[in-house]
């Protein structure tokens, strides 16, 4: 008897060439020893609020009032919202067609596309036209929807950071096109080499690649790296001769932590170019509500703009989103509140201003303490997280590691993740599962749970770790650090 349509002999082959390490095997396991009643700590993913992160209140305030608009109607709503927040949800719902529950258009609010681009001519310093902004379920849906865009087949290349967020491998492979490896120098806190560029390109070429775009991730998902403005020239430069299309994740803009590098949009850096480049090089650029203070990963909202982009085929990019209908409406509204947060004056200003404040400087000071604790473990190096959410330390596993990772069957990164995670509940990402060069091992971790469990959590780390090297270490053959 044939196989049926859904059984895994049919499948499409590129649904069953996506790996997604961030919910993969360390995850499943995880998962299960939970269930077993073991505490896991879940720092694989980007998860804030997950990991104990409390909401901003204004912005809850508002959504509430958007979702029980009765609320409005009772005359002491006045006693529980301040009247700011009462004002924005009035005029969040006055956008609508008919409150949360009815769709919008396809693109976003016209009212809160608006406010992004007024936002992004504040940040940047240049005017942004909304009807280029297109509000989606998360920044990742906007990634995937301009990678649909550009992919027709398996001959055309798109060059991707590596270490990369795992996002982009599956997306490239889902849509049947191929990625092109640009690698990092993590000994330079891993930074870009342009000629490392040139050679990658090159090579995608002599192999019959047509490369179509370049992404960036800014600050860097799994690195923690913050691009400087000279970097970010570079890139323009090299996508302005090579003819691609540069994809730049920003979502992790809010989030810094030294003040060397403070984040820079591609999009200010092209215009300050001037002509030709700053009208020839097209660029879309992501943001989210995920990440930032704002964490709030679970109401999907984010959004991508446009620039350089003829009309045409902005016309089919909107053809595309209106399959979907709409965006979810409660993500377009945080979107609103994120780029148009109370202001000086304002009655909840002082609260939002604190609470924003406390979570940035709490996730530097997390910075610190894992970095810190990472280099005090043995066969451990850990460049200092400079912005996003996670620290990418290297662990220099003994060859006696690698050959038990071998009879195991597992790679050997995901052999150490494994047993850090059976031994302490600490639920991270192998590296392997975001690239990294041949023979070099590391996990990713959140810097996301909170300050309070940090030291304890890092002399878990450390107390496995050293007992592992402790195991496996030959000491006749392999030096310690």
Avoid at 85 to 91: L, Y
Avoid at 365 to 393: K, L, Q
Avoid at 400 to 415: L, N, Q, Y
Avoid at 420 to 436: D, K, M, N, R
Wanted: aromatic fraction near 10%; charge should be neutral.
């Amino acid at each position: 008897m044939s196989p049926k349509p859904l059984d895994y002999e049919s499948l499409n082959e590129n649904v069953k060439k996506v790996q997604y390490a961030v919910r993969g095997e360390l995850y499943l396991r995880a998962s299960e020893l939970q269930k077993e009643g073991k505490k896991i700590i879940f720092t694989n993913v980007g998860n804030p609020h997950a990991l104990g992160q409390k909401p901003l209140t204004f912005p809850r305030q508002v959504i509430a009032l958007c979702q029980a608009p009765f609320l409005l109607d009772d005359p002491n709503v006045g006693l529980l919202f301040p009247a700011d927040a009462i004002a924005r949800a009035k005029h969040y719902l006055s956008l609508t067609s008919g409150g949360l529950g009815a769709y919008s258009d396809s693109r976003g609010l016209p009212g809160i596309r608006k406010e992004i681009a007024e936002f992004i001519e504040r940040r940047d310093g240049y005017p942004s036209d909304p009807e280029l902004i297109y509000l989606t379920d998360g920044a990742s849906k906007g990634v995937m929807q301009m990678l649909n865009a550009l992919i027709r087949n398996e001959k055309d290349g798109i060059l991707v950071p590596v270490p990369q967020y795992p996002l982009y491998s599956a997306a490239i492979s889902l849509y049947g096109g191929s990625l092109v490896p640009y690698y990092l120098e993590e000994e330079a806190n891993w930074g870009l080499d342009i000629n490392q560029l040139r050679q990658s390109i090159s090579a995608a070429r002599m192999k019959g690649l047509t490369v179509r775009a370049m992404v960036i991730i800014n600050p860097g998902n799994p690195t923690g790296q913050c691009l400087s403005e000279a970097n970010i020239k570079e890139l323009l430069i090299f996508c302005y001769q090579e003819n691609l299309v540069l994809l730049a994740d920003e979502v992790y803009q809010q989030n810094i932590y030294q003040n060397e590098r403070p984040f820079i949009s591609s999009r200010k850096v092209l215009f300050d170019m001037g002509l030709p480049i700053s009208k020839e090089v097209q660029l879309v650029s992501f943001h989210t509500v995920s990440k930032g203070y704002w964490g709030e990963c679970g109401q999907r909202g984010g959004y991508f703009e446009m620039t350089n982009l003829p009309a045409k085929s902005v016309d089919e990019i909107y053809k595309v989103a209106s399959i979907s209908l709409s965006p979810n409406v409660p993500g377009q509204i945080f979107l609103g509140l994120m780029v148009n947060p109370p202001k000086p004056g304002d009655i909840s200003y002082l609260k939002y201003a604190t609470e924003s404040k406390a979570i940035l400087e709490s996730l530097k000071r997390r910075a610190h303490i894992m970095t810190d604790g990472f280099n005090s473990c043995r066969n451990v190096v850990c460049n200092f997280t400079e912005g996003a959410m996670y620290s990418f330390p290297q662990i220099r596993l003994p060859p006696r590691a690698i050959e038990a990772a071998k009879s195991a069957g597992k790679a050997p990164d995901v052999f150490y993740c494994l047993k850090l995670l059976e031994a302490t509940g600490i639920s991270t990402v192998p590296g392997s599962g975001f690239g990294q060069k041949e023979g070099v091992f590391h996990l990713r971790t959140t810097i996301l749970p909170a300050e309070e469990d940090m030291p304890a959590i890092m002399d878990s780390f450390k107390k496995f770790n050293d007992e592992f090297m402790e195991q496996y270490e030959d000491y006749r053959g392999y030096s310690r650090m």
